[in-house]
C-alpha cells in the first residue's frame, strides 16, 4: 500500500524555467511533509518543509504547496539550475508516529 | 563537518555473513533512525530510537537485524546471515524532535554476494 506516491519518475526542464514536482498521499492523517533532493551516493538533503494548517511554504527558489482536500503537495524550483538535477522525494509524517513515509522519488534533469 | 555520518560508507561481504553499521548522529539529537533504500525506492523506515530507547521496529526488521544504541549517541545496525535480499543503501538519520526535519546521513551501501 503505497501512501506516498510520485506519480513521474522523471522530469526534464530547461535550464531557469520552472520545475514543478507533484506527490500525492491517501493517508489523512498525515499532517507534516517534507522534501528531499538526493544525489546519487549520497544520503537525503532536506529541502523544505509544510505543516498542514500552511498551504504554501517558500525558501528562496523552492516553493512548497499543499493541498489537503486532494492530498497532494508539489514543490516548485524557480528558477531551474543545472545543480538542481538530482532525484527529489517527497515524505509525509502523522503527529504521535516517528517516522517518515517516503515516496519513490522524481528524478530531475535541468539541461543548460 | 557536525551532520550525520555513518561507517563504512561500502561494504561487499558474502552471503551468510555477519555485517554491523555504524551511525554518529548531529551530537545534540535525541532522536535517531534507521532506513533502507533499494533501487527505484524511496527511503523504507526500520527503526527508531529515542536516546537509548527502541520505541519503533517495522515488519522490515526481522530476527536477522538488531539495532542498538546503547549510550543515546551513536547507534549500530546488525545484520546476521546476510541474504542478497539484504543488498541496499542503510541511512540513518537524526531529529531534535519526534515531528521535525530529520537529517540524514550519506549512507552505507551494502553488496551481499
Known amino acids: 500500500d503505497q501512501q506516498v506516491k510520485q506519480n513521474s519518475p522523471s522530469l526534464s526542464v530547461q535550464e531557469g524555467r520552472i520545475s514543478i514536482l507533484n506527490c500525492d498521499y491517501t493517508n489523512s492523517m498525515f499532517d507534516y511533509f517534507l522534501w528531499y533532493k538526493k544525489y546519487p551516493a549520497e544520503g537525503p538533503t532536506f529541502l523544505i518543509s509544510?505543516?498542514?494548517?500552511?498551504d504554501k511554504n517558500e525558501d528562496g527558489r523552492f516553493t512548497v504547496f499543499l493541498n489537503k482536500s486532494a492530498k497532494h503537495l508539489s514543490l516548485h524550483i524557480v528558477p531551474s539550475q543545472p545543480g538542481d538535477s538530482a532525484v527529489y522525494f517527497c515524505?509525509?509524517?502523522?503527529?504521535?508516529?516517528?517516522?517518515?513515509?517516503f515516496g519513490t522519488g522524481t528524478r530531475l534533469k535541468v539541461l543548460a | 563537518d557536525t551532520g550525520v555520518s555513518q561507517d563504512p560508507r561500502h561494504k561487499i561481504t558474502k552471503r551468510g555473513q555477519n555485517v554491523t553499521f555504524r551511525c554518529d548522529p548531529i551530537s545534540e539529537h535525541n532522536r535517531l533512525y534507521w532506513y533502507r533504500q533499494t533501487l527505484g525506492q524511496g527511503p523504507e523506515f526500520l527503526t527508531y530510537f529515542q536516546n537509548e530507547a527502541q520505541l519503533e521496529k517495522s515488519r522490515l526488521l526481522s530476527d536477522r537485524f538488531s539495532a542498538e544504541r546503547p549510550k543515546g549517541s551513536f547507534s549500530t545496525l546488525e545484520i546476521q546471515r546476510t541474504e542478497q535480499g539484504d543488498s541496499a543503501m542503510y541511512l540513518c538519520a537524526s531529529s531534535l524532535g519526534t515531528i521535525e526535519t530529520q537529517y540524514f546521513g550519506p549512507g552505507t551501501r551494502l553488496l551481499v554476494l
Open positions: 515524505a509525509a509524517s502523522a503527529t504521535g508516529t516517528y517516522k517518515y513515509i
Open positions: 509544510i505543516s498542514s494548517i500552511k
